[in-house]
């Protein structure tokens, strides 16, 4: 998902990542997850961090305990089904393959981090967060528990961009496997009343969507009836599609579709904000926010985003100090520091701009020209300022 438009200072300074610069960052967003429990939940949850993150699609599947999150699936499958027996080697079999997904899924510029594990009623979480730079935010949910061994698995885990259960997902697959059930069909893609034509569309847009062919998937979308268009799995999916293909006018659309039929979701709360944003309903956007921080217990990347959101409704005072708050809790998210960057030069604190920048500069790497700063639409005032001068002058 997007979840917030980039940063004015970010997106008009020339400026670039040395490789030292990148390989610290990483280091020091390594050091600042390791930081909190060090129990064996904690360190389980790095360790899914570190084979996502090398691409071990192996390890990542090794880690998960297939027999009790096929159990969860099965708990939503009616047990009258005649194919029982094949799904459920259908599903093992499946997820002998679900690490080559999930890492295939990620792309090569997603950054991981683990941000904590959490017991809560319902057992253990490993709280894992995304972020795929221009393409936006992410968390996944792990579901841990101990197999019979005393071992830590992964037994489930909730996909914040799709609002569900993974295993809420594999529901879905198995009734695209068996289309021919049309009480089970019917009953896990939770639409009622499809005909044969209807049933073989969904089968082809999850064709589509699994050979990441996005812009046939769209296409396809186009042709539905509108009875399977206000269906949540299609909703949510051609968000997920739009966001996927780039068309951010179909993305906006997607957007709208969720809003209106779907209406406050909580569950979908990552998902709208950029809905929000669109329609510059901030307060909207800081209540799904809100909701982020209470479903996931805060962390930086949501505190950031309060901030950006408070930037964008010119609530400088707020953007401050939630993009401090950001800042204090992961020094090395650094989106962080183009919030504040900006919301200190419009609002003349240029001492703590320069501040910012040389922050900017040490940590992550990047070089300034203070001839293209000084064009910067609102950072007139900050280039005629004593502090920029000074700043300038010592390069």
Known sequence: MKNTPRHSARAAVAAYLTITALFTALFVSQACAAQGESDEYALFGRRIVADLSGGDARAFGDAIDKEALIARVME???????????????????????????????????????????????????????????????????????????????????????????????RQAIALLIPQDRTLFEKLLGVDGLDKKEAKQFVELARLLREKDFSGWLKKYDSLSEKMKSSRILLVTHVLAASAS??????????????????????????????????????????????????????????????????????????????RKAIEEDAAY??????????????????????????????????????????????????????????????
């Open 76 to 170: 939503g499958v009616p047990q009258d089904s005649k194919a029982m027996g094949e799904l459920r080697e259908g599903l093992m079999a499946g997820l002998d393959r679900v690490g080559a997904m999930v890492t295939g899924n990620l792309g090569e510029n997603a950054l991981l981090t683990f941000v904590r594990h959490r017991r809560m009623e319902g057992g253990d979480y490993a709280l894992v967060r995304i972020d795929y730079g221009e393409k936006g935010l992410n968390y996944l949910d792990f579901v841990l528990r101990k197999n019979a061994a005393g071992a830590v698995k992964i037994i489930d885990w909730h996909d914040y961009a799709q609002g569900q259960l993974y295993t809420a997902s594999l």
């Open 246 to 323: 780039g068309d951010n006018e179909q993305y906006r659309l997607a957007l709208g579709d969720v809003r209106n039929h779907l209406g406050d979701d909580p569950t979908l709360s990552l998902v709208l904000i950029d809905y929000y944003f669109y329609e510059e309903d901030y307060r909207a956007a800081q209540r799904a926010l809100e909701r982020m921080t209470g479903y996931t217990g805060g962390d930086a990347a949501i505190d950031h985003l309060r901030a950006n959101i408070y930037l964008a409704a010119k609530n400088y005072a707020d953007s401050i100090r939630y993009a």
């Open 334 to 395: 650094e989106d962080s520091y183009w919030t504040l960057l900006d919301a200190s030069v419009l609002t003349g604190q240029y001492q703590e701009a320069v501040g910012v920048i040389g922050q900017l500069e040490t940590r992550f790497g990047y070089e300034f020209d203070p001839a293209k700063l000084a064009e910067i639409d609102g950072y007139e005032g900050f280039a005629e300022s004593s502090a920029f001068a000074e700043w300038k002058g010592v390069r």
